[in-house]
């Protein structure tokens, strides 16, 4: 896949969002690049990722391609608390959640980083078989009853392409709602604006 097949690979996913997205296992920023592409000179990106040599070539990168993007690398564990500030539009997890058992976990762990309403992006193999490489994908179908379970929103099927690897490669999107309930009094806190 090269740059324009990521695009369009999220686009519909991305559009008609706010600027200001988190990356979970941005890696050397293939997915990085291609949010920044979609989201235009004001996209505000915060990259996560482990290994602080791919995220140093991703900023390199970022540097060259996209000079208005305002990137932030943070060299963390997607897993655990992440030392972001909260009230991102968006999430992309671009094969980064195969490398989990639990990818429900994870969306329940940086969902109070997302504002409400905010919109999940998820590129994932189309199949529930992994392999030494890719340990723990899941289908499209499984990611619709992991997002359900998580309380995500409108879940769809962005595009599926085939792939060489585990057959297909597939980009879903969900949304957070627009209110979440109050774990102690059981009260929606809806967002600012709302009515």
Request: net charge negative; aromatic share 8%.
């Amino acid at each position: 896949m090269d740059h324009a097949d990521h695009v369009g690979l999220i686009r519909d996913g991305v559009a008609r969002t706010g600027r200001r997205w988190l990356e979970l296992g941005a890696g050397r920023g293939a997915f990085t690049l291609a949010l920044a592409d979609l989201l235009g000179p004001a996209a505000d990106i915060v990259a996560i990722d482990r290994d602080r040599g791919d995220l140093a070539a991703l900023a390199a990168t970022m540097s060259r391609r996209f000079p208005e993007t305002d990137l932030t690398t943070v060299v963390a564990d997607f897993t655990q608390e992440l030392p972001v500030v909260p009230g991102f539009d968006g999430l992309l997890a671009a094969n980064s959640l195969h490398f989990v058992r639990d990818p429900g976990a994870v969306i329940d762990g940086v969902g109070p980083l997302l504002r409400p309403g905010a919109r999940i992006v998820v590129v994932e193999y189309d199949s529930d078989s992994g392999n030494p490489w890719v340990p723990f994908p899941f289908s499209y179908a499984t990611w619709q009853e992991i997002a359900a379970g998580a309380g995500l929103l409108d879940t769809r099927l962005v595009r599926r392409v085939p792939s060489r690897f585990l057959g297909a490669i597939y980009a879903a999107a969900s949304d957070l709602p627009l209110a979440r309930a109050d774990p102690i009094e059981g009260s929606p806190q809806t967002s600012i604006g709302s009515s």
